[in-house]
């Protein structure tokens, strides 16, 4: 059997193991627009997992948007855009950007024996040089570069590199979306020559793009122990918002996160009240269960500080509803009764106020 062959029937059997055992079917807790959204997410993470590893190429590499307003995978923000690719520990390369108006870029290695087992290293922008045009150049090598290039060093294992850029402003998320970043990384030392793909190289994509998908659920879900403890699973509770730690695969580790479940039954809403601590960014955004952003494209499903009325002293009032109560900051759930809400806390200065939540009647 061809190599490419092998390799794209265990992809295929991982999308039916993933349908079976990560997505099931619909039950006493699973809804069908809950399998929908397994569905989805699973297409969604398909595609991120083509784009990023089928062709990736650590001696040539090239950014990939990891999330976007039609591909949503792994927990997004509407306000904040997200890019990727893979590298090698054997490998030093530059990273050159810009800030575009960001109020917090970082750069984040994945290292591990799997597919981005945790964070190596990481650096964000309080600790590179931004120069007056908001231009930056950051080196990702094993050893401090030379000319003094601001430089995060490469772990050993590392498997890929995270860009983030975070806005926090209210011009909503599509806004976001169509941000120019100027974002470009390549390797120091020059490529080994190659010609067009063997068949062994297209086996190699394949099993890539396998890998990866199974690591962000198969393994995910088995791997998973005890919840971090800003993680509540009663709905319509919060806990106190944390930093996580490093060996949390793909997060943010200057952000202090809080998740909860929402359950908001017809003709009830839900308010979520508290007060915004010093911080760089804050924000708030619903989801679904598989943690994909509901649609924000003609809805507004997350609300930033700069887009929240609070009073004076940072007082806010946010308001869950599936039609508009007629009060400022509510999030449309769309007609969905249930989800997840999850907040952001960017380099918070103080310890964040835990949230709150109420349910009300809607009338």
Known sequence: ???????????IELLRAIDDGYIGDVGETKSALDVADGHRLLLHGLRRALGAQLEGDVHRPAFERAVTPTMKFGGDSPDAIYHECNVSDAVAYRVRG???????VSLSVQAGGGEGEGVGSSIHSDQFAVGP?????VELS??????????????DGALNVIVRHYFEDADGPMAVARR???????????????????????????DRVTRWLRSRTLDEAKGRGRLPAWVSVVPNQFNDAEKPGADL?????????AMA????????????????PACRYAGLV???RFRQSLDYRARRVALNRAQTVTDDAGHYRIVIADRDPGVPNWLDTGGRQSGMMYWRFLLPEEPVPTPRCELVDLD
């Open 1 to 11: 059997m061809p190599a490419s062959r092998r390799a794209f029937r265990d992809l």
């Open 98 to 104: 810009h800030m575009a108006g960001a109020v917090y």
């Open 133 to 137: 045009d908001g231009s930056f150049e």
């Open 142 to 155: 094993r050893a401090a570069p030379a000319d003094g290039c601001d430089w995060v060093r490469m772990p």
């Open 180 to 206: 120019p970043l100027a974002l470009e990384i390549r390797a120091l030392d020059p490529p080994p020559a190659s010609g067009e793909p063997t068949a062994e190289d297209v086996a190699a994509g394949i």
């Open 249 to 257: 695969a793909y997060a943010a580790l200057d952000i202090a996160y």
């Open 261 to 276: 479940p929402f359950h908001v039954p017809p003709g009830k809403a839900l308010v979520v009240h508290g007060r915004f």
């Open 286 to 288: 619903l989801w679904s």
